[in-house]
Antibody, heavy 119, light 107 residues
């Protein structure tokens, strides 16, 4: 069974750093891209970026380029989303998702990580 | 930049057919997909590559894509189909684009 299991909820202060994780199992991790998606409270889905698990080739949405860093540790089948300096506006639910093999769609999603940043 | 536009809300009576549209410039020239998101849950892929259904998705969900509009159709809508629905497509410069979402109400 394909699973993406994300790290738990985080409560941080503005200016702090944070790295959240997404561990894949039940499939060949290095054969797929992993994407990150933001959902602010009461709002829609926003694509942040994609990383190819085999070679760490990364693509960012122009809206998030320079704001976050996406990485992967294929030895433990885990992708990461990192902030060096959080802002209150980063408060949101963050999802990781596996990109399908034949096109740009996401066929499996993690359970989400809620990040709350206080100012 | 490439954008996808959805109606904010759609209402349907139980057992009837719901249609949710997604508009974008020459959207029919690229693949579209659809996600269902129930309150408090992660999104679920219900249609990919315009009209393909993933394993486990009921046959009442179907999709089409032509011209500037992709459409998600739910036949025989059930109360459990009440959710937010998002379209998504690929763009050569921004890679992944989501529509703003449509709240489907079954009443």
């Amino acid at each position: 069974e394909v699973q993406l299991v994300q790290s738990g909820a985080e409560v941080k202060k503005a200016g702090e750093s944070l790295k959240i994780s997404c561990k894949g199992s039940g499939y060949s991790f290095t054969s797929y891209w992993i994407g990150w998606v933001r959902q602010m409270p009461g709002k829609g889905l926003e694509w942040m970026g994609l990383i190819y698990s085999r070679d760490s080739d990364t693509r960012y949405s122009p809206s998030f380029q320079g704001q976050v860093t996406i990485s992967v540790d294929k030895s433990i089948s885990t992708a990461y989303l990192h902030w060096s300096s959080l802002k209150a506006s980063d408060t949101a639910m963050y999802y990781c998702a596996r990109r399908g093999t034949t096109s740009y769609y996401f066929d499996y999603w993690g359970q989400g990580t809620l990040v709350t940043v206080s100012s | 930049s490439f954008e996808l536009t959805q109606p904010p809300s759609v209402s349907v009576s139980p057992g009837q057919t719901a249609s949710i549209t997604c508009s974008g410039d020459k959207l029919g020239d690229r693949y579209a997909c659809w996600y269902q998101q129930r309150p408090g849950q992660s999104p679920v892929l219900v249609i990919y590559q315009d009209s393909e259904r993933p394993s486990g998705i009921p046959e009442r969900f179907s999709g089409s894509n032509s011209g500037n509009t992709a459409t998600l159709t739910i036949s025989g809508t059930q109360a459990m189909d009440e959710a937010d629905y998002y379209c998504q497509a690929w763009d050569s410069s921004t890679y992944v684009v989501f529509g703003g979402g449509t709240k489907l109400t079954v009443l």
